[in-house]
């Protein structure tokens, strides 16, 4: 899983920080009873959004406790788990396996074919479940193969194949919501995309694998059109979310939504700026 979609805790009080690892402990409880010990090592933040996603719009009724567990076990940490939370695991499951399987085509990864092993038994029981949505699950990815495949496909249609699979997966159920989700999840899936093409690019020349950024890098203006094409697609994402009728949890999901989502391309402008020689700092200090 990607993981970019999570708070920015500086902007939010102690207790709504709470209120979010509560939500997380609910997600990573239920993975522990549905899939065991392996199902909760795959969580992710992306998740941990669609699950208070769901339940700031449908609002099922909450159970609330507090217990141990094997990540924390000398305190008691507190939980909220609601209906909505099993589709979620179930989601995620489906999201885990295929990346392992992902990480194997791709890298041939002993690491991600022995991880995809163990979770082949739970994603054989979420494909039970739902065969329709593991199965266009399926197809997008192979979708995408083929596209990163052919090497030299275009950032639109590489971050459209996967924006499809997201969406596919934040379509809850079928109801009045149902376009709204998916619209949502796509265009979240795009930017989901382009920030982990961002993120992996150094990477991916080093290996000499494919990347959609492998022939924008050489832009002048390369730096501020990943920016602007950030900006632009969660702008598309926010845009739906505000329509929704969410009153529960709203400063947390817009805190993630307008925040949170930032994080991980702020430490990677961090990262490059202290990568900057000094006399090209100082150059343009002079040419100012």
Known sequence: MFGYITIAPAGLSKDRQDRYRAMYCGLCRTLGKRFGPTGQMTLSYDITFLYLLLSSLYEPEEQQGKERCLPHPVHLHPYVY????????????????HKCMDDWQDDKSPVGRAE??????????????????CRAIEACLKELRQLEKCGTATLDAAANASA?????????????WADELEQLGQALGRFIYLMDAYDDLPADKRKKRFNPLNSYEAREDYEAF?????????GECTEIFEALPLVQDMDILRNILYA???????????KKSKNVPASSTNRKEDGA
Do not use: F
Not at 82 to 97: E, F, G, Q, R, T
Not at 116 to 133: C, I, M, S, T, W
Not at 164 to 176: H, P, S, T
């Open 260 to 270: 949170g989502c930032w994080t991980r391309y702020e430490q990677l402008q961090h």
């Open 116 to 133: 995809a092993a163990l979770l082949q038994k739970g994603y054989d029981q979420v494909a039970a479940r739902y065969p329709e949505k």
């Open 226 to 234: 990943i920016k602007e094409s950030l900006t632009m697609l969660i």
């Open 82 to 97: 609601s209906v909505p939370a099993d589709y979620c695991c179930d989601m995620n499951i489906a999201l885990a396996y």
């Open 164 to 176: 499809k699979m997201l969406g596919i997966v934040c379509r809850y159920q079928e109801d009045m």
